[in-house]
């Protein structure tokens, strides 16, 4: 049987919000909370949070292993380079590659692509391409073979630095497939990247009563019942992305 296994990345040198993984959220860490979600994915066999082997992320390191969570430690900069290592340390046959700052995420939302990748048999499935989701539900499931290529081909420093950039470019050959929402979210933000997006998560999370199982459906009740969290982080979607690719531009005029 395929074995399956989830790659969170994360690191506590953010850029926009350094040591947002560690924050407190439902009473855990918040990379832990999002890695206990990650677990009850019924199709994912293992959850390892892939962070690098700088000192600035040993504190990451020691609060994953109190917490019993898996952790493998690479490259700080080459994120692809570590995601390929981390997938034959662990060996993983599919891969499905998640950020550290999405602790909402949803199981089911994990599982349904999983499910479209076997079914399409793509070499790269998702639900950002496009995006229907809110932003911090993205899900990302890829072969090894695929990340291989991508390891072997990426050359270019945001391919390197964003994992799958190579993988969604029509020029790498790969096969894809993309998992839809039953309507357009994808202007509704549950990520965290800044500290309003801390709070803003934390409110959905109270107002669930910090319960351990919730879906993509509880959360837009509590949007509904409290319309005011969505005015609290009014951000773009993927800054860093639209950062790294700005910056490669800059330096290639």
């Known amino acids: 049987m395929t074995k399956t296994v989830a790659l969170i990345q994360a690191r506590m040198s953010s850029s926009r919000f350094p040591g947002k993984v560690l924050k407190t959220l439902g009473g855990l860490p918040l ?4 890695a206990r979600r990650a677990a009850q994915a019924r199709h994912v066999d293992e959850v390892i949070v892939v962070t690098s082997t700088d000192v600035s992320d040993d504190p990451l390191a020691e609060a994953l292993q109190q917490a019993s969570v898996p952790i493998f430690r690479g490259a700080l900069a080459d994120v692809l380079q570590r995601y390929a290592e981390a997938a034959q340390a662990c060996s993983a046959e599919t891969i499905v590659r998640l950020t550290g700052d999405c602790p909402l995420i949803d199981p089911d939302v994990i599982d349904a692509v999983i499910t479209t990748r076997v079914h399409t048999s793509a070499d790269y499935a998702s639900n950002i391409d496009p995006p229907t989701f809110p932003d911090g539900l993205d899900v990302e499931c890829f072969t090894r073979e695929a990340l291989e290529r991508a390891q072997r081909q990426a050359t270019r420093g945001p391919e390197r630095e964003h994992v799958t950039l190579w993988m969604r470019d029509l020029a790498s050959g790969l096969t894809r497939a993309n998992h839809r929402a039953a309507c357009d979210l994808s202007q509704l933000r549950l990520t965290v990247d ?24 509880d959360i837009l009740r509590v949007l509904a019942n409290h319309p005011d969290i969505l005015a609290m982080n ?8 639209a950062s790294s690719l700005a910056l490669e531009q800059e330096g290639g005029a």
């Open 31 to 34: 990379i832990v909370y999002m």
């Open 194 to 217: 800044y500290p309003d997006d801390l709070r803003a998560v934390r409110r959905i999370v109270a107002a669930l009563h910090d319960r351990a199982t919730f879906d993509l459906y």
């Open 234 to 241: 009014p951000h773009a979607r993927n800054e860093g992305l």
